[in-house]
């Protein structure tokens, strides 16, 4: 009787209900972790500074564990390699509920990561090879949601659980969400079966998640412990080296796991490069202005989460306009336009004072999430636009590299701005010319990213999307870019 279950519901159903899923826990987890940990700290009987630990150790293991994603995808099937990883996941968040001390939560929170390293392309990729390029853009309107509600509303739940429940159920919050996505999926997701992609790189697999590791490391204990730290120094070199050496391998093998040669498409090259360097000012305003509220204003964290809190419904609202207008505008306008929106709403944020009022804030906080709006949803669509849909597993990997290293570049350059305003014997608070210089330096890096924006080849993507002009040989998408849509992994 079961057998027959997963042939009632289309996959057009199936895949965004687990994606959605996938998606909410992975967001929720990682916004919702650091509420918890003066709890924990207190509880360890450790100072909340000894659980760094923690927090790092999950982006480290997740950037090491990214490389590997896109092979056993292809290998495996992406409903097989889904469902593990986020049986991973909730085992792992379990362990780390019931952990009796640090090394425990330190450990668990590494299997947290490895399982997220793999969770997030191959829930990409299934989202992305079930639909075609047009069908992609109303997804991804819809899909958007989940990832703007969830960081938004995980503090607020976070601090709710801390202070009624306890610290152990921001792990535990993960299960009644994720284990009905197992079920789900097991009863009702496609079995791909994968296919034989070639043998597994080894060293290719050595060599980039030990340049992730190490750099993201670097960047995540380098606001911390100072730049200039001998282990940051030391984790930043290693991982430069071992960055050239795994481009300088992978390019030379015949099955690489790292399949850098998609970037010499240069619609994927292009776009990748916008979210490497347009989630600084994107990630670093919402980490930024928090600080800036509870620190320059004096707030509380519940007024500094429902004063940033409006972004959310400026984003839900322009990506839908910004969805409708794809195939027509083309994400070179949309996502240039947005981007110049980011620039002069941090400019506007550069003057606020420790005297402007909440509901500024907050009425500034709605249009800079108006304007990133328009960035998330073209971006991600119009990377994939004309890549072949066997190297979609591929390519979602690389999209999840440059996410998440722009992700660690947004803090890391926040606080640095911050710690070079800040005079040593005001180390502890930062004057508030410095958050004021943090957001123009943010916004200048806007600007140059929306610069760049205006000059990427949008025809392809416009094609892809349903939209076909007269169009030249040179910005033709190949026959194989133009996915028909067919369930499968």
């Known amino acids: 009787m079961l057998s027959a279950l997963p042939t009632r519901l289309s996959q057009r159903l199936v895949v965004p209900v687990v994606c959605v899923s996938v998606t909410f826990i992975a967001i ?128 607020v739940l976070g601090g709710l659980m801390v202070d009624h429940l306890s610290w152990r159920w921001v792990f535990y919050v993960n299960l009644p969400v994720g284990l009905p996505a197992v079920l789900f999926g097991a009863l009702f997701l496609a079995g791909g079966r994968g296919r034989r992609p070639g043998p597994f790189d080894r060293p290719g697999l050595l060599l980039s998640a030990g340049a992730l590791g190490s750099g993201m490391f670097g960047l995540c204990e380098g606001p911390n412990r100072g730049w200039s730290s001998p282990a940051v120094v030391s984790s930043l070199v290693l991982g430069a080296v071992l960055l050239a050496a795994t481009v300088a391998v992978e390019l030379r093998r015949a099955h690489p796991l790292l399949r850098l040669r998609l970037f010499s498409d240069r ?34 964290a519940l007024e500094s989460g429902l004063t940033t809190f409006p972004e959310a419904f400026g984003v839900l609202l322009t990506v839908q306009v910004a969805g409708a207008l794809y195939a027509r505008v083309g994400p070179r306008v949309i996502v240039g336009s ?27 906080m709605f249009l800079f999430g108006a304007a990133i709006g328009c960035f998330f949803v073209p971006t991600t669509v119009a990377s994939l636009a004309t890549i072949d849909r066997k190297d ?61 924006a205006f000059t990427m080849p949008d025809r392809p993507a ?28």
């Open 462 to 489: 416009r094609i892809a999307a349903g939209n076909s002009p007269d169009t030249g040989t040179a910005d033709r998408v190949p026959r194989s870019g133009r996915r028909r849509t067919r369930v499968g992994s």
């Open 392 to 452: 979609l597993p591929q390519a979602t990997m690389l999209n999840t590299v440059v996410r998440q290293t722009g992700g660690a570049l947004a803090p890391a350059a926040v606080t640095t701005v911050l710690v070079l305003g800040t005079p040593q014997a005001a180390a502890a608070s930062p004057p508030l010319p410095a958050y004021q210089h943090a957001y123009v330096a943010l916004a200048a890096i806007a600007a140059a990213t929306a610069a760049f």
């Open 28 to 155: 929720v987890d990682g916004a919702i972790t650091t509420v918890a940990l003066p709890s924990i700290a207190r509880q360890f009987r450790l100072t909340t500074a000894a659980l760094d630990g923690v927090v790092v150790v999950y982006p480290v293991c997740l950037a090491m564990t990214i490389p590997a994603s896109a092979w056993l995808v292809e290998r495996f099937g992406g409903k097989r390699v889904l469902l593990t990883a986020l049986a991973g996941f909730l085992g792992s968040s379990l362990l780390c509920g019931a952990a009796t001390g640090l090394g425990q939560l330190v450990a668990y929170r590494a299997v947290q990561g490895v399982s997220a390293g793999v969770l997030f392309p191959a829930s990409t990729a299934l989202l992305f090879g079930t639909f075609s390029s047009a069908e992609q853009i109303r997804m991804s309107r819809y899909m958007i949601i989940p990832q703007q509600i969830a960081p938004a509303a995980a503090p």
């Open 338 to 364: 947005g981007l110049v929106g980011v620039t002069a709403v941090l400019l506007v944020l550069a003057t606020c004072t420790a005297d402007t009022g909440l509901w500024t804030v907050r009425v500034y």
């Open 267 to 300: 619609l994927f090259r292009d776009t990748n490069l916008i979210n490497l360097v347009g989630l600084v000012p994107i990630m670093g305003t919402l980490y930024l202005t928090p600080l800036f509220l509870q620190q320059a204003q004096g707030r509380s």
